[in-house]
């Protein structure tokens, strides 16, 4: 099925557009069948859902902090009547007898109504136009009418100008009851602010979701938080079918290839051959299932600091370490033969390069290490996992022992490398961490590497922490750093000027914020004009491995 945008709509904004302008009502018209059409498009899909939480108490200085969190990762399902999760990780929050958070309640803030969005239910009211980074928009109000029965969404809308697509909702549902705090029987609504992104002509997907409840006291009886969805992996299946098309023509030309250029090989190139596999299978399967990013220009600034600190130490592995980047919000990192794994979220909250080059400098230590364990990867049916599986599965994890020793050799390696000068605000990073350490389980709970772990000789270097400082910088908020292509996975670094706080409740160190997206219109290159806008379809999960 095709994202097809509605003939009608083409037919106003294309090039038969009349030149007289449409009334409000043709516009409203228009948006009402539009979103119809979406949410069946939107459906089609199953994207990679991440929810993260955080729960807030109260602060003098900061206003408020985080108490605790909340992490889920999983499969979007829309199949049947009702909106799903299949869980990538195990599920550790049980809640209280009073609440609980559903992932699937989140999901359902990408829609503003998934049945009954039509002018029998909704009033909308102009506000006029604006701009969403360089999408001209049409803003509405929304309001349900008199005879509208149940929760309604009650908020503003913004509808793109060419095929009139709803781009944000920003809102909640009337009457005050939410679908993602669960309270008894009754089901209590969230505000929310829903973004889309356009990842192909005439599609725009569900992106980022931002929700909060901050009042003082909760209305719903349930904890103060913020939390922040994050969606990914749209297009994963067209480009699988693509890889294995290409596969099999390789292999096609491999067999017909003149046997007689092989050579023999020694045990050791052997032993090497089928670590080099094994690197390449995870890699595989981590892309497949949507856990890492292809390479792009963020992995190039990530190359060039670790060969900052391979030349400066004289290390001559014989093989180039490359990185790579984990999608995944939470801070973890590892390495697997020669490569390099850091975390999105990871990436995001660190505030400048010599401590981005102390958390490499950990990973080319572990790197240098052997890690017999992971050669059997080199087994492809140890890889037939289903998205729902890999996390659970797969692992990367250091001993303690060897921690310690990574992080005594990273410490050799910063010294002798251009960031030898700068190690103060590396300790000053690591003692943010420690400092919420406590309240930030979830995030700094690595799932498939490791946490960030340094010896105390960091820590000492650093001036000690003061939050009251405007000038002192231990980490940024989360989402600072990259950007998520929600089609084909791909990461970027933001765009952005790094901004100095007025006050010491602006530097939210790791904390979630609001979203303020720069929209753009996909731009269609000729190499991209086939059938990558095929949906993807919905991803098998085990009936044992998949949490509703």
Known sequence: MAPHVSS???????????QTPLSTNEIVNHVFKREKEQVEIIAS???IVETYIQIEKPDPLMGTVPKSDLYFLGIADFRGKTIKVHSMIERTHKGSILWSFEP??????????LAEFDKDHYKLTSRGREFLGEVRCY???????PKAKGPRFRGRIWVEDQDFTIVRMNGSYAPQMNFSVRHFEDEFYLPFDSWRTNVRSGLWLPSDIFTQEMAEPVPNGGPRFKARVHLWGYGLTSRNRQEELGRLLVESQNNVKD????HDRSPLEQQRGWRELSEKNVLEVLERVGLAAPEGDVEKVLNTIVNNIVVTNSLDRGVELHCRVLMTSDFEMFSMQNTIVLSRGLIDVVPNEETLAALLAFEVADAMMPKPAQDQYGFSDMLRLLPTEALKKLSFVDKPDEAQKNSEKAMELLKKSPYADKLGNVGLFLSQLQSQKPALKQLISARLGNQVYFTSQLLQSAPALDPGS??????????SRIKINPWNDGVSLLKTQQMRPLSPREKIPFEVTPI???????????????????????MPVAGAAGQD
């Open 8 to 18: 009608s709509s083409r037919a106003v904004m294309g090039a038969e557009t009349p």
């Open 45 to 47: 899909y199953a994207p």
């Open 104 to 113: 699937a309640g989140f999901l359902q803030m990408a829609f503003l109504d």
């Open 139 to 145: 803003v509405f109000d929304v309001e349900r009418t």
């Open 259 to 262: 046997e007689s250029e092989q």
């Open 470 to 479: 405007l000038t002192q910088m231990g980490a940024l908020p989360m989402g």
């Open 516 to 538: 303020n997206l720069h929209l753009m219109r996909y731009i269609e290159s000729s190499a991209q004009v086939e059938h990558s806008i095929v949906p993807r379809t919905v």
